[in-house]
């Protein structure tokens, strides 16, 4: 279990640099996605299972699908047709399909040799778990709302165009 850790904190690591580095906004959030699933198989693998689903069901998939809308609402403009097709040439997939199939490999690897649980099944309540994510896993929930906020302060800057006043006494300048 020791390198499946280490092999989903590279992937991790690598994707969130790449996921900094793209000029593309949909790549980005593609390489995003990768970090945010390295992430939850590297809290699955230290045995935090239920911190695991929320960042895969939260981060990965409803704070992403808001990405995509704000991506979409900003309509970027400046891209001829052939620029906007050039992003779906299956070559510029490659590498995050890539690394999440590596993903699904360790997952699939540490969810089939985990040791099968004899003891009764006992219920864990929300305070408990509250508890342990600002505790325990305190530095996780940090470097995802901080990189989370960095997607929104880029989408911001990405965006942001000095418009021209409108005001009407402003008209004659």
């Known amino acids: 279990m020791l390198i499946a ?8 690591v690598v994707s969130t640099i790449m996921a900094v580095t793209r000029s593309n906004a949909v790549h980005a959030l593609l390489y995003l996605i990768v970090s945010f699933l390295a992430a939850a198989v590297v809290l699955f693998v230290l045995g935090a299972h239920f911190a695991a ?12 699908v808001l990405f995509v809308f704000v991506i979409m609402m900003l309509n970027i403009g400046g891209e001829t047709e052939k620029a906007k097709e050039r992003w779906l040439v299956p070559k510029r997939w490659i590498g995050p399909a890539l690394m999440a199939a590596i993903l699904f490999a360790i997952l699939s ?4 040799n985990q040791p099968v649980a004899t003891a009764s099944l006992s219920i864990v309540e929300p305070k408990t778990v509250g508890i342990s ?3 325990q896993y305190l530095l996780g929930v940090e470097i995802a709302a901080v990189m989370l906020m960095a997607g929104i302060i880029g ?3 990405l965006g942001y165009t000095k418009r021209k ?9």
Do not use: C, D, N, P
């Open 155 to 157: 989408a911001f800057h």
């Open 133 to 135: 994510l600002y505790t």
């Open 109 to 112: 690897y540490a969810i089939l």
């Open 165 to 173: 006043s409108k005001h009407r006494f402003l008209k004659g300048e």
């Open 53 to 64: 689903a929320l960042e895969v069901i939260v981060y990965a998939g409803a704070i992403m």
């Open 5 to 12: 850790f280490y092999i989903a904190g590279v992937i991790a």
